[in-house]
């Protein structure tokens, strides 16, 4: 009995999380007409690539879903269903996995599903026979050279319609009426390690891949956004930054070939390596998105009208008084959008502290083209209190500084206005360059004014502390100016916060100007970071010198503070 | 169209009636465990109710804490009581002070009767803190008692600084067929409620009652036990209770031998005090006469005095002993600490003198124990000294709640110990619990010169490990006495030493006494922790651990790899052998303060081997390992096939105790004629564990001896194997687990070079289990097929010993021919393919990851495919890592070899990934013909955690 009760209460509780976030789909959605994404050309059999993005888009979802929960799941089958899914849903998305292990999210019924329109699959096997018709081949990878892992799946983005299958994954197939043609066996190449794997990519199958997008994917993430790279042929490698070594080198030729300002870097980057990573991707003008624990881009991207986020109500007037607005951090990141996001914003939303505290949540605008149903989730729901600012460094992770060409920056930003202003987005995070900071220089805010004409306000990013003055500036009708308290990891708890406020009602005294705080909170802390950040609201909500505002309204009433209009 | 708000709704409607079925289901559930729990207590016994145990309430539960259960605001707790009988029905309850508990009785768990309650009071005399008023209504006792101190004089009522008990008679509340309601709550609706601490149940006159041949204590303690009391008190001396009668008050106990005739022996033996301290007795609860003792020792003020009751004690078995003062004018009455009671209890009985001081008298070790606890009581096990300076503290007294020697100044207390000649003299302790610093032992082995020695012990707060010193305990050995005596450090201080307990251990050489006959064979069974072991003996004492356990469920399980048996858990393990045999060596691998020991029958057992029962309690991290072997051939009746192994710990009183990672029996069977030429690799292996102990199997043997199940190698001696590999042998690996031992490799028998232990093709890992050293010798295989392996002292002063030794080698493997007409069975590891081909398994030691399943050590699976007799190629595929062996038979037991790994690898020093193997082989030669296909996978070197890491296996059958 004990046992019913606790399965009784899982199943009420799953329940509880797939509806706590309200249905975003309508009938349109879920028809087969084209999409109608004004970002969009280039067909590729049935996806298109955005004009402008490097984003691969997909036709609009089938009404009718097989879906199948992967986390538990054999490597070698999953690496098996991800080529299904490219050669599938490519089609038309109609393959949905639940992979992730923490902050897991079946997002479907939050799309507008009904329950009658998913078929739930437990084995990816009799998915692949289902589908079998669609599939021309396989390509085999050598189990005992791991890394032609990757070397397969970048074949069967090229060749198209073929399964990336393990010599075992094959046999099962077989077993099961799908005795494929085996279009290329990478065992017959007798390669003798990574090294030779990738050389061998570059070499002989990167002409034949797109150089729009780039995937840096270990091996042993046989999903996610695997599928993805294989339906945009893209290559799928495991290489390293660093400033020496076999691996950088290699990769600085991959990302030499590719489009300054027009190109990604997917997937991730090996342990500790994010920072070089992301800059030399930069040096290269190539924009990055965390995507190795992405799932279902293949179905997300496709396409969905987004409601634009809305405006704060417009300030008339500026008082002297200390504007204190919270942030949550790693907006950039594709799949945060799609589980810690998620969690954190099911939390502030149906919590305790719902509607309480204003909040600002990062997130990026390229959302609008790879993961356009998601992103009208949040927009569509968010209540007064929720705002949108985009991540660093705008449509994309990069530093703009580290770019070599400081053209395709501006290309950048234009890309980052546009699609700001489609998603009704007013505020960019900024982030220059990682490692020593030093204030942005009169070209670079110039920048800024030039290509941010529709935007409110860019605020740029520098490490910790705090600083005389908010040394805010009008640069062509845009603010720019810094944020404050960034990344607040180290705090860990809101008596910290409250020694950011207590320091600018301290300025206020002594200058009686308007102070503006920002405290960007680092996401991976959990929902107990909304909780220590609802402590410190709490604690300072009843004094009549603090105001919390969204970033939107604090970038208004900036404007305000500097002699410009609250809006443009 | 607004899809959120008609979603909420729903959602809202869904979960309210979700949560109004859980309500009911958990109504469900409460009224299903609420039901029927009753405590049935015979008359005249006494039920001591386990408060924490929620199967044994009736209705509610409280809250449970450390060792309590509490109610507050509206919770309650109720018991039911199950009498024999309407009357003489009692609740024996120590609370909690409280100001707001309440306990209630029924007949029917409706009408209730408030039987004691406590409430808050202002009583400006007290500190309203620590003062709580209790109201006891029954028992005939009511009024008011303090918290504050804890002398709390009440008749009845026994109280230490916090806690209370109650004597609850339940007469009148007790229903027609015996039953009765006891419930527990809060007084009001509030916190501070009723907190139980203990419960216990009795019908009749609480009686001690003393088994045939075995003792019972009398509880000073408990109100409850007191079958009469007329004003006596509660003290304490040295940290133990006694109870005292002063003046005109007095105090009775009801106590029961078991048996009664009249060639009994019904003793009394108290520890007490008083000067004018008397006992009486009484058949009959009247009619008291005092009594003498016949037995009395005099150490200061106590007295420890035995009693002969068998004048006094009725047929029933029955005897009331009434304490009092025999000078009712003044104080100096009955003080007693102790008293037990012995029925026909050999150690105090007449034929000994009840236990007389006598030289002669020792403590035997030289029996079938190795560890033995001293019954300090036992005045016949020690002989006393005075001193220059004479104390009147010197011998029986007590301390800390129970017995107690005690000396003083320069007196001192002495124990004679016989010891066997066989006694190991590095392991001969004793574990000491002392109190105060001011104590000294001293060792003698002729009785008469002692050697006072300040000794390193290991301090487990009180208690103390001390080794005996070598040089003493070898001494002792040769002698067959150790003597242990008991004095102070500092002979000029007042400051007495007190003994509290005192163990012996005395750990025995069974030295391999193994004599080969003419003509013999050899048979090993070993058992791994974690395996399944042995058999199940499951008894009652909840003590005894399953053998039949597995590694993922079982608590006592380390992940080290290694069982472990700590306090009074123990294992009992099963192994037969051959009745022919006539060797029977048992070798452990073992550590930590170990107590092992043996038995033909799982009832008497002699022990066999201890561990380091002293050091082990200084360990902080890992315990340091012992590979020990016992020749149990004189032992146990060889007859009978059968042994049992108890694995347990040598010292109870604390963690530490055994923990094994294996044991094995080797047996050696005797024969007529001789016995085929025993084999390195048996017929269809590729892989082999040597028998190292087996000389057979040498090519060459010099100055080796067996040594465990391994080999141990003398002063410049040697030993060497010649694996004679196939034509075709294309890898060749060996793991050992060794000490000291170099080896030498040669493709001719004459020339030899050493093997390095540097460089790629050699692997150890040092924190792993068993046989963890490895090379892969498959360079050596394009000299020549046949290899010497030589094997010796790397430093040639130290002892060497080679235990392990295992062997591999694989042939080139042939996918066979391809034919276009195939048919596909495989598998995947942890998809739904897998389920339809596996056929047996042992999971014990199998772990599953999203890649593979691992199967390490003993752990297997078989899978079963369907054969084709038509088939011209019949292909196994497999994908596989780590360290392996693949097998195939055709009938599922009569398995061959097809390939194994070529080395045996070490996780930390390899990816997984990075030792896969994608295997295609032709094996239609060795199942062709078969309308079934088994095979299995399991671990290459089955003593260490490094094993088969299986993601799929496939058959092609083709025509």
Redesign the interface.
């Known amino acids: 009995?004990?046992r019913?009760?606790t399965l009784?209460?899982t199943a009420?509780l799953a329940?509880?999380a797939v509806?706590?976030f309200?249905?975003?789909?309508?009938e349109e959605e879920n028809d087969n007409n084209e999409p109608e994404n004004p970002g969009t050309s280039e067909v590729t059999g049935m996806t298109k690539w955005s004009e402008d993005l490097p984003i691969l888009t997909f036709p609009a979802a089938a009404e009718k879903v097989d879906w199948i929960d992967t986390k538990?799941?054999?490597?070698?089958?999953?690496l098996m269903l991800s080529s299904l899914k490219a050669v599938v849903n490519s089609t038309q998305p109609r393959i949905y996995t639940v992979e992730a292990d923490t902050d897991s999210v079946n997002w479907l019924q939050s799309l507008?599903y009904a329950a009658e329109d998913l078929t739930e699959h437990?084995?990816?096997?009799s998915l692949a026979v289902k589908y079998k018709d669609a599939i021309k081949g396989a390509v085999i990878w050598?189990?005992?050279v791991?890394d032609t892992v990757n070397l397969a799946s970048t074949y069967a983005g090229i060749e198209g319609d073929l399964l990336v299958c393990?010599?075992?994954?094959y046999?099962?197939l077989?077993?099961n009426g799908m005795?494929l043609e085996i279009v290329r066996d990478f065992?017959e190449d007798n390669f003798t390690g990574k090294a030779d794997v990738y050389q061998y990519l570059y070499d002989n199958l990167w002409q034949q891949c797109t150089h729009k997008i780039l995937t840096n994917l270990s091996?042993?993430t046989p999903g996610y956004v695997r599928d993805y790279a294989i339906a945009a042929k893209s290559a799928i490698i495991w290489l390293s930054s660093g400033t020496t070594g076999n691996d950088t080198a290699l990769i600085r030729k991959f990302l030499g070939d590719m489009e300054d300002g027009e190109s990604a870097l997917m997937g991730w980057f090996p342990e500790g390596d994010e920072g070089s990573f992301v800059s030399l991707a930069s040096e290269y003008g190539v924009m990055v998105w965390a995507s190795d624990i992405a799932e279902n881009l293949t179905f997300y991207a496709s396409a969905t009208e987004v409601t634009p986020a809305q405006l704060a109500q417009v300030p008339t007037a500026v008082e002297n008084k200390v504007y204190v607005a919270l942030i949550v951090s790693d907006g950039d990141n594709l799949q945060y959008h799609q589980h810690r996001m998620r969690t954190l914003w099911d939390s502030y939303n149906n919590g305790s502290y719902a509607d309480k505290f204003p909040l600002t949540w990062t997130f990026s605008p390229a959302a609008y083209a790879i993961q356009p149903q998601i992103m009208n989730c949040y927009t569509?729901?968010a209540g007064d209190n929720n705002c949108f600012m985009t991540g660093p460094s705008g449509v994309a992770y990069v530093y703009p500084r580290d770019w070599t060409d400081q053209n395709a920056v501006g290309k950048f930003y234009e890309l980052t206005n546009k699609y700001c202003k489609l998603t009704g987005i007013t505020v960019v995070n900024n982030w220059m360059g990682q490692g020593s900071y030093s204030s942005l220089t009169s070209e670079e805010i110039a920048a800024f004014g030039e290509y941010y004409t529709d935007l409110l306000a860019v605020y740029d990013q520098q490490g910790t502390g705090s600083k005389e003055g908010d040394g805010s500036v009008d640069s062509n009708g845009l603010l720019v100016g810094n944020l404050t308290w960034n990344y607040t990891q180290t705090g860990e708890g809101w008596n910290s916060y409250t020694y950011y406020i207590d320091e600018a009602l301290d300025d206020l005294t002594r200058t009686q100007t308007p102070q503006f705080v920002t405290i960007q909170e680092n996401p991976w802390k959990g929902t107990g970071m909304l909780n220590d950040l609802y402590a410190l609201y709490d604690e300072w909500k009843d004094n009549e010198n603090v105001v919390f505002v969204r970033m939107d309204e604090l970038a208004m009433l900036q404007r305000l503070a500097n002699g410009m209009s609250a809006t443009r | 169209?607004n899809?959120?708000g008609q979603?909420?709704k729903?959602?809202l409607l869904?979960?309210c009636a979700?949560?109004a079925?859980?309500f009911a289901?958990?109504l469900?559930?409460m009224n299903?465990f609420a039901a029927g729990a009753s405590i049935t207590v015979r008359d005249g016994a006494n039920v001591t109710v386990d408060i924490m145990n929620d199967d044994l309430l009736y209705e509610g539960a409280g809250s449970t804490g450390n060792g309590n259960r509490f109610a507050d605001n509206t919770a309650f707790f109720t018991y039911k009581a199950q009498f024999s009988t309407r009357t003489d029905a009692f609740a024996i309850a120590t609370v909690f002070k409280s100001t707001n508990g309440k306990i209630q009785i029924s007949p029917d768990n409706e009408s209730w009767t408030t039987v004691y309650y406590s409430t808050s009071s202002q009583d400006a005399s007290y500190d309203a803190e620590t003062y709580t008023q209790s109201v006891l209504e029954r028992s005939g006792v009511s009024g008011y008692f303090y918290y504050d101190t804890d002398t709390v004089e009440v008749s009845g009522v026994a109280v230490s600084s916090d806690r209370l008990q109650l004597d609850i008679e339940l007469d009148g509340s007790v229903a027609a067929d015996g039953g009765v309601y006891i419930r527990f709550s809060a007084n009001t609706n509030a916190g501070n409620g009723l907190d139980l601490r203990g419960l216990s149940l009795r019908q009749g006159d609480p009686t001690f009652v003393a088994p045939s041949g075995g003792v019972t204590r009398i509880d000073f303690n408990s109100v409850g036990s007191l079958y009469e009391d007329s004003g006596s008190k509660i003290g304490s001396m040295n940290g133990t209770t006694n109870r005292y009668a002063d003046n005109s008050s007095y105090f009775v106990y009801k106590a029961r031998f078991a048996e009664k005739t009249s060639s009994s022996e019904t003793l009394l033996r108290l520890l007490w005090r008083g000067a004018d301290r008397a006992i009486y007795a009484s058949s009959s609860a009247s009619d008291y006469e005092q009594l003498t003792a016949v037995f009395s020792l005099q150490s200061g003020d106590d007295y420890y005095e035995i009693f002969n009751l068998a004048s006094y004690v009725g047929d029933s078995g029955d005897v009331y002993l009434k304490f009092a003062d025999a000078d009712t004018s003044n104080g100096n009455g009955a003080n007693v600490y102790f008293a037990e009671l012995c029925n026909n209890y050999a150690p105090y009985s007449s034929d000994n003198g009840y236990g007389q001081s006598d030289a002669g008298s020792k403590v035997d070790m030289a029996a079938d124990t190795m560890v033995q606890a001293i019954d300090l009581a036992d005045a016949g096990l020690y002989t006393v000294q005075q001193g220059t300076q004479q104390t009147a503290n010197l011998g029986l007294t007590v301390h800390s709640g129970g017995l107690a020697l005690h000396t003083q100044f320069d007196s001192t207390l002495t124990y004679a110990v016989s010891v066997p000649e066989n006694a190991d003299p590095e392991r001969m302790y004793f574990r000491a619990e002392t109190r105060d610093g001011n104590y000294r032992f001293s060792f003698s082995t002729d009785g008469t010169n002692f050697t006072p020695q300040n000794l390193a012990s290991v301090t487990d707060g009180n208690v103390r490990f001390f080794s005996v010193p070598v040089a003493t305990a070898r001494a002792a050995a040769e002698s067959g006495m150790l003597y242990i005596r008991l004095g102070c450090a500092d002979t000029a201080s007042d400051e007495q030493a007190f003994l509290l307990s005192l163990t012996l251990f005395v750990n025995r050489n069974y030295t391999d006494t193994l004599s080969l006959p003419t003509y013999y064979e050899f048979r090993q069974e070993t058992i791994y922790a974690g395996d399944k072991e042995g058999i199940d003996l499951t008894d009652d004492s909840g003590y005894y651990q399953h053998s039949l356990s597995y590694r993922a469920n079982t608590n006592n399980m380390d992940d080290a790899g290694y069982r472990y048996y700590d306090e009074n858990s123990y294992g009992v393990y099963k192994l037969t052998f051959d009745t022919k045999a006539c060797g029977l060596l048992l070798v452990m691998d073992i550590r930590g303060g170990y107590r092992i020991s043996v038995s033909d029958d799982a009832q008497s057992w002699t022990d066999v081997l201890i561990g380091e029962v002293a050091t082990v309690r200084a360990q902080t991290g890992d315990l340091s390992r012992d590979l020990k072997q016992a020749n149990l051939s004189q032992l146990v009746d060889m007859s009978k096939g059968v042994l049992y192994i108890k694995v347990a710990d040598a010292s109870t009183d604390g963690g530490w105790g055994g923990a094994f990672t294996s044991l094995a029996l080797l047996t050696v069977i005797e024969s007529e004629t001789a016995t085929e030429a025993p084999v390195l690799f048996g017929e269809g292996k590729l892989n082999t564990a040597v028998p190292v102990y087996d000389p057979r199997l040498l090519e060459e043997d010099v100055n080796t001896s067996n040594a465990y199940l391994g080999r141990a190698i003398g002063a410049d001696g040697s030993f060497t194997y010649k694996f004679e590999l196939p034509s075709d042998a294309r890898s060749f690996y060996i793991a050992m687990k060794e000490t000291n031992i170099r080896v030498d490799i040669s493709v001719n028998g004459s020339s030899y070079e050493e093997l390095s232990r540097s460089g790629g093709n050699y692997l150890n890992d040092t924190n792993g289990y068993g046989s963890m050293e490895t090379w892969n010798l498959t360079q050596y295989l394009g000299q020549s097929k046949t290899v010497y392996l030589r094997f010796s002292r790397l430093s040639a002063g130290t002892e060497a010993v080679l235990y392990t030794l295992y062997a591999g080698y694989n042939v080139t493997e042939n996918a066979g021919t391809d034919y276009e007409n195939?048919t596909?069975?495989?598998?995947?590891?942890?998809?739904?393919?897998e389920d339809k081909y596996l056929d047996s398994y042992d999971y014990t030691q199998m772990g599953t990851t999203?890649?593979y399943k691992e199967f390490n050590r003993t752990s297997y699976a078989v899978y079963k495919f369907a054969g084709d007799a038509s088939a011209k190629t019949i292909r196994l595929?497999?994908?596989v890592g780590n360290s392996f062996v693949l097998s195939v038979s055709a009938d599922g037991v009569n398995f061959r070899d097809v390939v194994i790994s070529d080395q045996q690898y070490y996780g930390q020093n390899f990816l997984s990934?990075?030792t896969?193997?994608?295997i295609?082989i032709d094996i239609t030669a060795l199942v062709g013909g078969s309308d079934t296909i088994y095979v299995k996978v399991a671990d290459l070197v089955d003593d260490n955690d490094c094993g088969a890491q299986l993601?799929?296996?496939?058959i092609?059958t083709m025509k």
């Open positions: 009995m004990k019913f009760l009784l209460l009420l329940l509880t509806f706590a309200a249905a975003c789909g309508n538990d799941m054999n490597n070698e089958i999953k507008g437990t084995s990816a096997v050598d189990v005992e791991p393990s010599p075992m994954v046999a099962v077989a077993e005795e065992r091996y042993e569509k729901n | 169209m899809t959120f979603t909420k729903r959602l869904a979960l979700a949560m079925l859980c289901l958990a469900l559930c299903v195939k596909y069975q495989a598998f995947i590891v942890g998809d739904p393919s999203n890649k595929i497999a994908s990934d990075t896969v193997r994608d295609a993601r799929g296996i496939g092609i």
